[in-house]
């Protein structure tokens, strides 16, 4: 059993809030029953959340280290929050020996909170908006990012690609059915890319045999193969958009393909958002209070600009440790390399199942030590991504969003296991990088995510996610979306809905969910651990 973590850095306000916001479940109760109240409440405990660090736009960006008109007009470039390192990070620790500290020993820890579809969920809707550049060679601070949740994943990231994958009537995106099931269309034949699709990309298309190439779906977004859970959700978002544009057809008899193309799309992104708001980011926060999307209340917020990604909020979102080494599927057990570039497995099982499979399956704890060997070269990427940018130090971002900078190594985490890595690393905690502090750090109770981390996300994917153009004041409306669209959209509470409205056989309804079934508050982490005892011991 671990020591437990220290909290003389974690600032009076901030546990005060915490403590606030985590109990007197009656009181947050009633608040959520009276309508006029609930939306003021999720007002302002949005807008603490977003503003626990200075609004966009920042004034620097990768380009440079200074300021200057293209630096703040180029979005090729990734925003940053902080100017970077004096010295560029010298006297870092071998990278090798850095990643190390991520790798997993044994069966790894589990997350008493959340399940795989939470993690495969994370995965996909991130990928949409943080996307790191691969030209060769790469630069580590460019972006291919559109800087907005447009679910790229599914569409593409400009109207060339978007076309490709239109079936050019009725506003459908292309695709086939399989026993019974909507699938996008294959993308090659004898493991070359068919003429109609020539233009789509897949990453890592090359390493790929003729036999798994020609499983590939034809996707708008590059990485949309790349894995089992990514895939099932691009095929469930497909199939949602043909059901929304079929649905617009019988309403507006008189619109064209475009037109309804366009609005089903818009409706479905704001459907995306919905969900972000009024689910995942609910799962992620440990609070009473339940957050909601409520577009016009936000407006007048000061935080409300325009969206620019910045390098921080894309390396911090290197969730691999969520991801167990095996993976339940359909009543298989596979381990998770065997479910890369592999669509048969969705084919073969179908879409419900791998959602209820996914829901069902714990994932493992965010944090050191955790990461499944397969994906530590992943991690390895990451260290050299954030010392190549030069990122400021773990410390300096913590006072940037509002903690008190730590002086000892068990004010980071109450297992002796990471202070004893840590100190043996770095020698003195202001010597820690930001990506290795961000996953160093004790879950609070809870919550999915520790406390510098869920800062950051609560900063930046909340003011992502309500500053969409398709939420401003004169957008968001009955004009935009149609009467139906409006509806569509209110009726749609979470993921669920969505998967069990796009599943052949309506006799049952699928299990669906971020949240493990055995969690309730006060869970102790780190849970029940597969296969192996764990490495380390955990304190909340």
């Not at 990928?127 to 790469?138: A, K, T």
């Not at 926060?285 to 000061?302: N, Q, V, W």
Request: with cysteine; net charge positive; hydrophobic share 40%.
């Amino acid at each position: 059993m671990s020591a437990r973590r220290s909290k003389a850095k974690d600032g009076w306000n901030n546990r005060i809030e915490f403590y606030l916001t985590t109990n007197f479940a009656p009181f947050w109760r009633g608040i959520q029953r009276v309508p006029t109240l609930r939306r003021k409440v999720n007002k302002i405990l949005i807008d603490r959340a977003v503003l626990k660090s200075a609004p966009r736009p920042n004034p620097l960006s990768t380009m440079a280290p200074y300021t200057s008109w293209s630096s703040l007009t180029d979005r090729t470039f990734a925003g940053r929050q902080l100017p970077p390192a004096p010295g560029g990070g010298e006297g870092h620790p071998g990278v090798e020996q850095t990643a190390e500290i991520f790798s997993r020993r044994g069966g790894g820890i589990l997350c008493p909170k959340s399940t795989v579809l939470f993690a495969n969920f994370a995965q996909w809707f991130t990928d949409g908006f943080l996307r790191s550049d691969r030209s060769v060679p790469p630069h580590p601070g460019k972006t291919t990012s559109n800087h907005e949740i447009d679910l790229s994943q599914l569409y593409g990231l400009n109207r060339e690609v978007t076309k490709l994958i239109r079936a050019g009537e009725g506003g459908l995106l292309k695709s086939q059915f399989i026993g019974g099931e909507e699938f996008p269309p294959y993308l090659c034949r004898d493991g070359a890319v068919k003429p109609e699709f020539r233009g789509l990309s897949v990453i890592g298309f090359e390493d790929l045999p003729a036999a798994r190439r020609n499983r590939l779906f034809a996707m708008g977004g590059d990485r949309g193969n790349s894995q089992a859970g990514y895939a099932m959700l691009n095929v469930l978002f497909l199939r949602e958009h043909n059901r929304i544009a079929r649905l617009l057809e019988r309403d507006r008899p008189g619109w064209d393909d475009e037109r309804i193309f366009e609005t089903a799309r818009n409706i479905l992104i704001v459907m995306l958002i919905k969900i972000v708001i009024d689910e995942y980011i609910c799962h992620i926060a440990p609070y009473h209070f339940k957050f909601f999307l409520d577009p016009p209340a936000f407006s007048g917020s000061r935080w409300y600009r325009t969206n620019w990604m910045a390098i921080e909020f894309n390396l911090l979102y290197r969730w691999h440790s969520l991801m167990p080494s095996r993976l339940r599927i359909g009543g298989e057990s596979l381990p998770v390399a065997e479910t890369v570039f592999n669509n048969e497995i969705l084919v073969r099982h179908g879409l419900g199942a791998l959602f209820e499979s996914s829901s069902d399956q714990a994932a493992c704890r965010i944090g050191l030590f955790n990461t499944d060997p397969s994906l530590v070269r992943v991690e390895r990427a990451s260290v050299i991504q954030a010392r190549e940018v030069q990122l400021a130090p773990y410390n300096d971002y913590r006072e940037i969003f509002g903690f008190p900078r730590v002086t000892g190594f068990d004010q980071i985490s109450g297992d002796p296991t990471v202070q004893r890595a840590l100190h043996e690393l770095y020698g003195s905690v202001d010597g820690i990088e930001l990506y290795v502090g961000l996953f160093a750090e004790d879950l609070r109770p809870d919550a999915v995510l520790p406390s510098l981390m869920a800062r950051m996300v609560g900063v930046e994917a909340l003011s992502q996610a309500l500053t969409n153009p398709l939420l401003a004041p004169r957008v968001f409306n009955e004009r935009t979306f149609t009467p139906l669209g409006m509806r569509l959209i209110k009726q749609t509470r979470n993921l669920s809905d969505i998967v069990n409205r796009n599943l052949p056989d309506g006799s049952r309804r699928y299990e669906v969910r971020m949240t493990r079934r055995d969690w309730h508050r006060g869970t102790p982490g780190p849970g029940n651990v597969p296969e192996a005892e764990p490495a380390l011991a955990y304190a909340s």
